[in-house]
């Protein structure tokens, strides 16, 4: 069986990057299935810390 050849190097030059917020909803159901795949309460804040999704004020 081959690896097949994954030069993360170029992930830049595809995805582009995101300037403006998410919208509240979308944020808040990001973090429930982040917490849903969550191994316990630190690994938790460790992927939403990771992804942008810290809990600030979302009202």
């Known amino acids: 069986m081959s690896r097949a050849n ?3 190097t ?6 582009e990057p995101v300037d403006q917020a ?3 909803t979308v944020r808040a159901r990001a ?3 982040v917490a849903s ?3 316990d309460r630190d ?3 460790l992927l939403l810390e ?3 999704l810290v809990a600030e004020d979302d009202t």
């Open 31 to 33: 973090r429930s299935v």
């Open 10 to 15: 170029t992930i830049t030059d595809i995805i």
């Open 37 to 39: 795949y969550a191994r």
């Open 50 to 52: 990771a992804l942008g």
């Open 22 to 24: 998410l919208p509240a």
């Open 6 to 8: 994954r030069d993360l």
């Open 43 to 45: 690994d938790c804040r």
